[in-house]
């Protein structure tokens, strides 16, 4: 099964007004799995902003999964080779992924999320 990894802007996005990132995901990635990287884990701990530590008390009921360790956006770009869709809005991170013709979810509006790529589904 595929599954769809979040970064941190698509899960802070549910707690600055957007909806819940499972169901913006399922809506447009249906059958999907979703989990949150170890590495967006650490983003969150880091930013310790009263959304960011909301966000990750959510997160630790969803599946966490280790894709490896350093700067989140790198380990995101080795995820999406290695066959992971990722949910992102960071513009650097869309872009690296486009350069490689790899699949990703973005923010389109405000409350829903767009394949970049539309063979994704």
């Not at 913006?24 to 249906?30: G, R």
Request: overall charge negative; glycine content about 6%.
């Amino acid at each position: 099964m595929k599954t769809v990894l979040v970064d941190t802007n698509i899960i802070l996005w549910t707690f600055s007004g957007g909806p819940d990132f499972r169901n913006a995901i399922t809506e447009v990635a249906p059958g999907y799995d979703i989990a949150v990287p170890s590495c967006v884990i650490s983003e969150l701990e880091k930013l310790g902003t009263k959304q960011a530590k909301a966000a990750l008390e959510y997160c630790k009921t969803q599946d966490i999964i280790d894709v490896g360790q350093g700067y989140a956006d790198k380990m995101l770009v080795s995820a999406s080779e290695r066959g992971y869709v990722i949910a992102t809005n960071d513009k650097d991170l869309l872009e690296e992924l486009e350069k490689r013709a790899l699949n990703a979810l973005r923010i389109r509006g405000k409350t829903r999320l767009i394949p970049t790529e539309s063979e994704l589904i």
